[in-house]
């Protein structure tokens, strides 16, 4: 924008209006579009440049107010066109304002000398006493992040991402404060070196200080009242309200974090909502859920979660402090009064209940209910399979993805059945399958670590998970052909161990080739680390293939598929799915004879089950 100065009229109108000047020669003002007439009791200090102030501003509903700045003390402070700012009670010191902004009723918005406005905070999630092992930056994503922590413990990766991200930060970062453009911010206290991007409305907040918000037109974000937020960055289309307390977070896309939630040193990435209780040191992946006021999640690794109330994590597992944490790999769930002592890792899609003890280490055995009665821990392997839960779950996650297109940072891979689960399944029926031959089918209870399996539950299981396996080969084909890759895969890319970067589905060997390329300098920037998370997850389904191939030649024991075994497959994967079908039905008919489901819920979740058939082909 290009300005002049004020002209003797304006400064004689100006002070008519009881405003005032350090020095009026320091106050420029927009070629065009700027009127004095606008401006009342107003103290400029320093370094000022006005923009026009020619348009209406909409306060509420019907009610507009012309643009302009009154009742304010404004010091080294740019305002663009057609804001209106009035009733601030102390001052805006070092600041760069938008265009179309509303700033009304604040105590003090400023930028101290060394502000870093949230960026490069290193904050230590899952040892609450560790090393920092993640470090807070906009651009960074549920893949990043969980990259950073799998990997901390390598000094010349975690060296090499601490250069790529402070060169990120120090190319990006403004020199002040900036609010961006159509900003809207009321009854709030204070804010202190605080990025406010474009489309933000803050509302009755007390504290913002070393945070950046990276609202947007299509994502804006909206920050309430009594919330403080203290050294975080809050990204695009989230919503932190009533009262929330957070200091060292990171929140991604469209997560919500309201009413009296405290959380410090903790990530939250795409869609998460958090409510009433409290978070520490925890890692929340896409869409983690905790409603109640008494849940603890504290020394963790989560994603597709849900805590019940009164969930809490013990990361004292002893007496050299609170070190420990553990991982609830993918779609685990913990119920009402649930307790896990730490360190421990569950299986994916599993649920626990009661008091577990003994560390357990379930990855072997995903999709299995682990129960604590009195000093006993079972484990029903494969339950969660067949279950109303899981079958809503899977169909729910993808509705509600509340992210716009452009606005996806975290990478999420919907699929329940993948190299990944699957590759636990394989695991798990063989533990069955090895325990069941040592034993024989002569016994009530086996014994699996510290857990008891009782026989009908093992044989269930094996039963549960070959429905699994035969559901996933079947799919998987029949995409193939859909998406015309099938026949012997063209990569071995894929083959072996597959991971699960909190929303990301890789092989473990591309995951290393990234670690390789980190530290060799072949990506040199930030933005070409995401671009390669990006590029393993469009070849997601090539990979797949590669490894899935492999595994039904092995399953069937074949040397390639023929068109026979391909009907073999199809005829398999359609028996497994109506088996799987009528499992859950059985459940959710076990459920409505409870008495408490209204048969309208029940006949609508049956008739949704009904249509199952058409995925058949």
Not at 355 to 377: C, G, Q, V, W
Not at 522 to 527: A, C, D, F, G, N
Request: net charge negative; glycine share 8%.
């Amino acid at each position: 924008m290009q300005y002049r100065s004020l002209t003797f009229e304006e400064i004689d109108t100006l002070e008519r209006n009881s405003c005032w000047a350090e020095d009026w020669t320091r106050v420029e003002v927009a070629e065009e579009g700027f009127q004095a007439k606008y401006f009342h009791r107003v103290m400029f200090y320093g370094d000022i440049h006005l923009g026009s102030f020619q348009k209406n501003i909409e306060i509420a509903k019907d009610f507009v107010k012309h643009s302009g700045i009154n009742d304010a003390t404004l010091r080294n402070v740019t305002v663009g066109d057609d804001c209106l700012i009035e009733k601030v009670g102390n001052y805006i010191n070092n600041y760069t304002i938008g265009n179309d902004c509303l700033i009304s009723n604040i105590s003090v918005m400023e930028t101290t000398e060394g502000a870093s406005y949230g960026e490069g905070n290193l904050i230590s999630v899952l040892n609450e006493v560790g090393d920092g092992n993640v470090i807070l930056f906009h651009d960074l994503n549920s893949q990043f992040a969980a990259f950073m922590v799998k990997h901390f413990n390598n000094k010349d990766l975690k060296n090499a991402i601490r250069r790529l991200v402070s060169e990120e930060i120090a190319r990006t970062n403004p020199e002040r404060g900036t609010i961006g453009n159509n900003v809207k911010i009321i009854n709030t206290r204070e804010i202190t070196n605080t990025i406010i991007q474009d489309d933000c409305e803050i509302s009755g907040a007390s504290k913002l200080s070393d945070c950046t918000i990276l609202s947007s037109e299509n994502a804006s974000v909206f920050i309430g009242t009594g919330v403080i937020c203290e050294n975080s960055i809050i990204s695009d289309g989230s919503s932190i309200i009533n009262s929330v307390k957070m200091q060292d977070c990171f929140v991604g896309e469209a997560c919500q974090i309201a009413n009296g939630f405290t959380a410090s040193q903790s990530v939250f990435f795409a869609n998460s909502f958090m409510a009433n209780g409290e978070a520490c040191a925890a890692f929340c992946g896409p869409f983690c859920a905790s409603h109640h006021k008494s849940s603890l999640i504290i020394g963790g690794m989560f994603s597709f979660y849900n805590a019940g109330s009164g969930t809490n994590f013990s990361n004292h597992a002893y007496k050299m402090g609170p070190m420990h944490w553990g991982i609830l790999e993918r779609g685990t769930k913990t119920a009402s009064g649930s307790y896990l002592l730490m360190p421990a890792t569950i299986g994916a899609f599993s649920v626990c209940f009661g008091k577990l003890m003994h560390h357990p280490n379930t990855t072997a055995l995903p999709f299995s209910y682990l129960i604590a009665e009195a000093d006993k821990m079972f484990l029903v392997p494969g339950r969660n399979i067949t279950t109303v839960g899981l079958y809503r779950d899977i169909r729910k996650w993808p509705r509600r993805d509340m992210r716009p297109q452009h606005s996806q940072k975290s990478i999420v891979n919907f699929d329940w059945l993948s190299p990944f689960t699957v590759g636990e399944i394989l695991r798990g029926k063989k533990i069955l399958e090895n325990l069941r031959q040592a034993s024989g089918d002569n016994v009530s209870s086996y014994n699996y670590h510290e857990y008891v399996i009782n026989a009908s539950s093992l044989r269930k299981g094996i039963k549960y998970y070959d429905i699994a396996l035969r559901i996933y080969m079947g799919a998987v084909l029949k995409r193939a052909h859909k998406w015309g890759f099938f026949g012997k895969p063209e990569t071995e890319i894929g083959l072996g161990k597959w991971d699960d970067l909190s929303g990301l589905l890789l092989p473990a060997s591309e995951k290393q080739r990234l670690i390789d390329e980190i530290k060799d300098g072949t990506l040199e920037t930030i933005q070409e680390v995401i671009d390669r998370f990006h590029e393993i997850n469009d070849n997601y389904r090539v990979y797949q293939w590669a490894w899935t191939y492999r595994m039904i030649l092995e399953y069937y024991g074949i040397k390639e598929i023929t068109a026979e075994d391909d009907a073999r497959i199809k005829k398999d994967y359609i028996e497994a799915r109506r088996a799987w079908i009528a499992e859950i039905r059985k459940d959710a008919e076990k459920e409505f004879e409870m008495g408490d489901v209204e048969k309208e819920v029940f006949e609508s979740f049956v008739n949704s089950l009904d249509h199952e058939v058409d995925f058949e082909n």
